[in-house]
């Protein structure tokens, strides 16, 4: 009799360890799916590519080895400790680690494609007198007299904090073509604001 109770309590768990492998499975070949998709983007023909300041290459390579050499092994081992512990269904910190993973291994395949399409521009070899990608522009409000300075850059570097703006941002999208003496109009969400661009450079 005591065998068979053993038996019964068994059973509920070899299912959930069965449902926990095909999981496994699962996610594996998703991975498998996800990695086959990002090498035919980066072999495949027409692919978007998008500017991006040597600066802002190298932060994104340097996130995605931190993320390939660092953090993969640190989350591999999370999960080896957690598993463990014994039964995964009630296994917190399993549950955690394996999400941890799935958004590090999301980020990794984003990182790869960025890395793959970026057009690194060497700014300080770009020359002119009109404000293109790259340029670092001097403007006056015309309102507040206040002086701003920014760079515009790619989309994945930009950072209004740090003086670089958005090459698609409504600041950068109406500086684009403009020089020094011209005047630009700006429709932002707290109104209109007019700016004169004092200065220009490629740095």
């Known amino acids: 009799m005591c065998r068979g109770r053993i038996g019964l309590h068994k059973a509920p768990r070899a299912i959930r360890a069965s449902r926990e492998v095909r999981r496994a499975r699962?996610?594996?070949g998703a991975a498998r799916f996800l990695k086959r998709a990002g090498a035919g983007r980066r072999k495949g023909l027409g692919m978007e590519k998008f500017p991006m300041t040597p600066r802002g290459f190298e932060?994104?390579?340097e996130e995605l080895r931190w993320r390939q050499q660092s953090e993969r092994p640190r989350i591999i081992e999370a999960i080896a400790e957690a598993r463990a512990h014994?039964?995964?269904s009630?296994?917190?910190e399993y549950h955690a680690a394996k999400e941890a993973q799935s958004l590090n291994e999301g980020r990794i395949n984003e990182l790869e494609d960025l890395?793959?399409?970026?057009e690194v521009i060497d700014v300080s070899k770009l020359t002119g007198d009109r404000i293109k990608f790259g340029a670092t522009v001097t403007m006056i409000d015309e309102d507040t007299e206040e002086e701003k300075i920014y760079q515009i850059v790619g989309d994945q570097e930009a950072d209004v904090k740090e003086g670089r703006i958005s090459i698609s941002s409504l600041i950068a999208r109406a500086l684009i073509g403009k020089g020094e003496g011209d005047t630009i109009e700006?429709?932002?969400p707290g109104g209109s604001r007019s700016y004169e661009i004092i200065a220009l450079k490629f740095v």
Do not use: F, I
């Open 115 to 118: 890395v793959a399409r970026a």
């Open 26 to 28: 699962q996610t594996a």
């Open 59 to 61: 932060k994104l390579k």
């Open 90 to 92: 009630e296994n917190a």
């Open 86 to 88: 014994g039964d995964l």
């Open 186 to 188: 700006v429709n932002a």
